[in-house]
């Protein structure tokens, strides 16, 4: 297995994999992949070689099976202490065909040492109920809710 940063050769998987993942929680969420695989390579074009998205892939046998997007999150600087960044998690997926081998947490592994290694202060991801054993096994923990207001 190989595990690194996404290139811009992964874009159509990556597409395709965002698309599948979708549809694995939202079926009804079937119309026009033209149309979203347009806007998703802008997307990804744009962020694969830009410094704000890191996006990690799993790659085994030439095959993506399993990828993971960080935004970094800027702080604003504090009095009396050196302000590192945060991470933003999400689009943590790993395909089907590929689960229960130990493949995302060995991708939640290397996001964590690269994490530590940049001096980002946390990692924060809003799991779904059936993701959260995923997470509590690869040591991440609940914390107190976000608020939000939505806008739409």
Excluded at 7 to 12: F, G, L, S
Excluded at 84 to 92: E, G, K
Excluded at 132 to 141: D, G
Aim: charged letters at 25%; aromatic letters at 12%; one cysteine or more.
């Amino acid at each position: 297995m190989n595990i690194r940063k996404a290139t811009v050769e992964d874009i159509a998987a990556l597409i395709l994999m965002r698309w599948e993942f979708t549809l694995e929680h939202q079926p009804e969420v079937s119309d026009n992949f033209e149309l979203f695989a347009t806007e998703c390579r802008a997307f990804l074009e744009q962020e694969i070689s830009g410094e704000r998205w890191h996006i990690w892939v799993a790659e085994v046998d030439g095959v993506i099976a399993s990828h993971v997007y960080i935004q970094l999150i800027d702080k604003v600087p504090r009095p009396g202490r050196i302000t590192y960044p945060f991470a933003y998690m999400t689009n943590v997926y790993t395909d089907p065909d590929y689960r229960s081998r130990g493949i995302g947490s060995r991708l939640l592994k290397t996001i964590q040492e690269w994490a530590a290694a940049n001096k980002i202060e946390f990692i924060i991801v809003w799991p779904s109920e059936e993701s959260r054993e995923f997470y509590a096994r690869n040591r991440y923990t609940l914390c107190n809710d976000p608020m939000e207001l939505h806008l739409s």
